[in-house]
């Protein structure tokens, strides 16, 4: 069992920074892939980006490429997600998620059903 806690969420102006962090428990983390997700309201859960247990593959949606990166700390059971150059279309819940690996499908990792751990969520708030 995984245990996922995010922190970092607030309001941010467009143009700025934020790093969320989601802090992990259980035995797996460094060979589980780790992702983030964001849903806005009204709207459908959307992947946002992934790294691989080694920290050595990386995924990112097109919308945020360039300006989000996702890192890991496996001695610390931590992943982030450093957010730049914020856009109000940012503005979202954002999920950190867990799965079982080494499987690396990047069709896979875009779907929201096939990752098996999640975080309560927190807000980000971009405003214009």
């Known amino acids: 069992q995984v245990q996922l806690v995010e922190s970092g969420g607030g309001l941010v102006q467009a143009g700025g920074s934020l790093r969320l962090s989601c802090a992990a428990s259980?035995?797996?983390?460094?060979?589980?892939?780790m992702g983030w997700f964001r849903q806005a309201p009204g709207k459908e859960r959307e992947f946002v980006a992934a790294?691989?247990?080694?920290?050595?593959?990386?995924y990112y949606a097109d919308s945020v490429k360039g300006r989000f990166t996702i890192s890991r700390d496996n001695a610390k059971n931590t992943v982030y997600l450093q957010m730049d150059s914020l856009k109000p279309e940012d503005t979202a819940v954002y999920y950190c998620?867990?799965?079982?690996?080494?499987?690396?499908?990047?069709?896979?990792?875009?779907?929201?059903?096939?990752?098996?751990?999640w975080g309560q969520g927190t807000q980000v708030t971009v405003s214009s």
């Open positions: 790294i691989r247990g080694n920290g050595g593959n990386l």
């Open positions: 259980g035995r797996t983390f460094s060979t589980s892939i």
């Open positions: 998620a867990a799965k079982d690996g080494p499987y690396w499908s990047l069709y896979d990792l875009r779907i929201p059903g096939t990752w098996n751990y």
